[in-house]
């Protein structure tokens, strides 16, 4: 089955900074990697998403790019702002109905103000 | 995207009872899923709920411990039977939107004590 490893586990960055976070995937059949940002106290919000056939995509402050050779794929915020605090997840899937998401372990962003 | 409601948000149970978590979406969704998040870790899928057949449980879950119903397109259950405090998590239903896209509920707290 899938494997997900996402790195750091947690990063501190003062507002205004970037933040970068990894993620390395095992199952080469993977073809969606969604990104999820969790509040404390709420449920995991999808933030961008990127499928195999692409290896960039930007949302304002929020890009995703993706490595399908190396099988990895990172999340890129730029001009962080403290309200970016958050539990960070990736997450890949080999997409198609019913194929689930197999998660990272997560990464705890502070952004110091 | 679906909005998905989570009842109850969070809750305090004495060990050995059991709790039952109802996931509502506004839309009609063929899959529905059922996630635990142990205290500061990530996301572990428990089960797979299609509506008319029974759920499909992920090893290490079993349906006398967590026994989930889908009696329709728009709700599902998860019960967590005979509670003891390793049970202590946040619950999480998530609806699959538009192959492969993933939503999530706002997730049930649940102490064990």
């Known amino acids: 089955g899938e494997n997900v490893e996402q790195h750091p586990s947690t990063l501190s960055v003062q507002e205004g900074d970037s933040a970068v976070i990894k993620c390395t995937y095992s199952?080469?059949?993977?073809?969606?990697f969604p990104w999820y940002k969790q509040e404390l106290g709420k449920g995991p919000q999808l933030i961008i998403d990127?499928?195999?056939?692409?290896g960039e995509k930007k949302d304002q402050r929020i890009a995703v790019t993706l490595n399908k050779t190396a099988k990895h794929f990172s999340l890129h915020i730029t001009e962080t702002q403290p309200e970016d605090s958050a539990v960070y997840f990736c997450?890949?899937?080999?997409?198609?109905?019913?194929?689930?998401?197999?998660f990272g372990g997560g990464t705890r962003l502070m952004v110091k103000p | 995207s679906a909005v998905i409601s989570q009842k109850p948000s969070r809750d305090i149970c004495q060990r050995g009872t059991s709790l039952t978590i109802q996931c509502q979406v506004d839309?009609?969704?063929?899959?529905m899923f059922w996630y635990r998040q142990q205290p500061g870790q990530s996301l572990t899928l428990i089960a797979t709920?299609?509506?008319?057949?029974?759920?499909?449980?992920e090893s290490g879950f079993v349906i006398d411990k967590f026994p989930i119903s889908r009696p329709n397109l728009t709700f599902s259950t998860l019960t967590v039977s005979n509670m003891s405090p390793e049970d202590s998590s946040i619950y999480l239903c998530?609806?699959?939107?538009?192959?492969?896209?993933?939503?999530f509920g706002q997730g049930t707290r649940l102490t064990v004590v």
């Open positions: 998530s609806v699959e939107w538009g192959l492969p896209e993933a939503f």
């Open positions: 199952d080469s059949a993977s073809n969606y």
């Open positions: 990127i499928r195999s056939n692409v």
């Open positions: 997450a890949a899937t080999p997409g198609g109905a019913g194929n689930m998401l197999t």
């Open positions: 839309s009609q969704v063929t899959m």
């Open positions: 709920a299609n509506q008319g057949s029974e759920a499909t449980y």
